[in-house]
């Protein structure tokens, strides 16, 4: 434990007395925390954290604010890509180049294909 308290004293502070924590510093807990048999509150513990702030660099980590070094022991989830799937033919509806119809509920409105599309917006509007 004294080694832990010398190595936590030599951490800079601000005027308000609380610590800061370099960035490489910040990583090296987090990639601890990802050893195998590791825990969060463990590894806050051991540097005198609270493990609230371990868990947000965690979070750092996740969404690249933080790189992390590699660690003996850190274990993580092997990734296997799957051939993608073809894709099924969608059948094509039949469609009618003559005419245009909106409906709403049971109500069906065919209008000739050539209806201007401000006429169009009206009778939606009026639906």
Known sequence: MEATNEFLARIPRSSDGKRRWPLELKAQIVAETLIEGATVNGVAK????????????????????????????????????EDPKPLEALPTPATDLTSVELVKGEVTIRLAIDTPATRIAEIVAAL
């Open 46 to 81: 051991r540097y005198g954290l609270i493990p609230s702030s371990v868990s947000d660099w965690r979070r750092m980590a996740r969404t690249g604010k933080l790189v992390l070094p590699n660690l003996d022991g850190m274990d993580f989830v092997p990734v296997q890509i």
